[in-house]
């Protein structure tokens, strides 16, 4: 059975989204293999942190929140360049810095 894939992914491994629902094979399975398709889709992980690359070139990330985070590379450089002093930050503040 063929699956439908995200693309533009950081790490580019193909990665099971919806099965194929015009391919015939689907046909021929019964309703319980249909019931566990199911219930295996709806088991998966959500808080799976996912990227991907937008028209205009901004690369976003999803997973954190409800909507995407959109920021452009140099955005996300320098962004990544003061994750120490971001981790030390939020140390210094456990009481203003909530952990979700």
């Known amino acids: 059975m063929s699956t439908i894939t995200l693309a533009n992914r950081v790490d580019q491994s193909p990665r099971r989204v919806l099965p194929d629902l015009t391919e015939p094979a689907l046909a021929s399975l019964s309703k319980a293999e249909l019931l566990a ?17 937008s028209e205009k070139g901004c690369l976003s990330l999803y997973g954190l ?7 452009y590379a ?6 990544l360049d003061q994750a120490d002093v971001i981790r030390a930050f939020i140390a210094a503040n456990p009481t203003l810095a909530r952990k979700s």
């Open 37 to 53: 398709m199911i219930d295996a889709l709806r088991s998966a992980p959500r808080n799976r942190v996912s990227m991907k690359v």
């Open 65 to 71: 929140n409800t909507r995407g985070i959109h920021l």
């Open 74 to 79: 140099s955005q996300w450089e320098r962004i």
